[in-house]
């Protein structure tokens, strides 16, 4: 076989691995989802070595989806970190044997302080099974491993199994983007749905008009303010707005007679607003849906408070 081949079956391998998985899905994992949706304090992932991996990207996972969650090696439990452990907590222990010393010698402590257990392995005969609450079943026929020694199809059943477990607490949960985003503020989901109006709204040398000025002039203002449109205020209220493009059909209209009319002549009385406090997220969707390339700010009173152009809502 050549390197690409043996690659290849390796991926269907771990592949079939996951699908493996589904068959074995039973009334413990829907026990699992309830018990951490009933959760009133933490839950605690562990494991060791390989299997500690796999569970610290669960435990990051699960937090970042809503449910408050951490992990921690069970060796560091033996020097001071069952502090943080406590009743209302919940305790996913991952090894795939269900025989690991380390992890077993854990389990008393964890039982002691009355803390239920989510067992994952790949041995539900295994004693990790048997002290669990519930267990989750994730054994494999072999590892991608052309040994069947180096954890690879095991691990990748046991973090599909973690991941099942975060989209089905997400599902319980009605997890939103906006829940999303506050959990990821520094990711571009997190700026979108976060960032306001207010945060990237051009307020300085807009350019501001006047509904019975000539069109000639505007020209000159709409030029200067580098935006492509003119905003017609009246009392400091938006009472229209014109674009370049509204400017060139309009002297293609009326050719020499264009500089005779006026800006009201071909203004949008009704050109699209938001508040200052409209996410961005919301306003790529109205220039979407409308095919436009800014939107006004205005306050309550449609006064007009500054211009956000699609450039702005490129985080």
Request: aromatic share 4%.
């Amino acid at each position: 076989m050549t390197t690409k081949e043996i690659a290849i079956q390796a991926l269907k391998e771990e592949a079939q691995a996951i699908l493996d998985l589904i068959p074995k899905m039973d009334n413990d994992f829907e026990r699992a989802v309830d018990m951490i949706m009933e959760c009133k304090g933490k839950v605690i992932v562990t494991g060791v070595g390989k299997s500690g991996h796999i569970g610290a990207k669960i435990a990051a996972t699960l937090a970042s989806t809503g449910t408050p969650s951490f992990f921690i090696n069970p060796l560091d439990v033996y020097h001071g970190d069952l502090g943080v452990m406590s009743q209302g907590d919940v305790v996913v222990a991952i090894s795939n044997s269900g025989q690991t010393d380390e992890l077993l010698r854990f389990i008393p402590m964890v039982l002691h302080m009355q803390i239920p257990i989510i067992g994952m392995s790949g041995n539900p005969k295994s004693l990790l099974a048997k002290y669990s609450t519930c267990h989750l079943n994730v054994s494999v026929e072999k590892e991608a491993c052309p040994l069947n020694l180096a954890p690879t199809s095991s691990t990748t059943a046991t973090l599909a199994m973690g991941d099942a477990l975060a989209i089905a607490l997400m599902e319980k949960r009605h997890f939103r983007p906006q829940d999303f985003a506050q959990f990821h503020p520094g990711g571009e989901l997190g700026k979108r749905l976060l960032t306001t109006a207010q945060d990237v709204m051009i307020t300085e040398n807009m350019p501001l008009l006047s509904a019975n000025m000539h069109l000639g002039e505007a020209i000159i203002h709409v030029s200067k303010g580098k935006l492509g449109l003119g905003v017609a205020v009246e009392d400091g209220k938006i009472a229209g707005l014109i674009t370049d493009g509204d400017i060139r059909r309009a002297m293609e209209k009326w050719q020499a007679d264009f500089f005779n009319h006026t800006v009201e002549d071909i203004m949008t009385r009704t050109p699209k607003t938001v508040s200052p406090q409209a996410k961005i997220s919301d306003i790529q969707k109205i220039m979407n849906k409308h095919k436009i390339h800014n939107v006004l700010v205005v306050d309550d009173g449609n006064h007009l408070m500054g211009i956000v152009d699609r450039y702005a809502c490129v985080l």
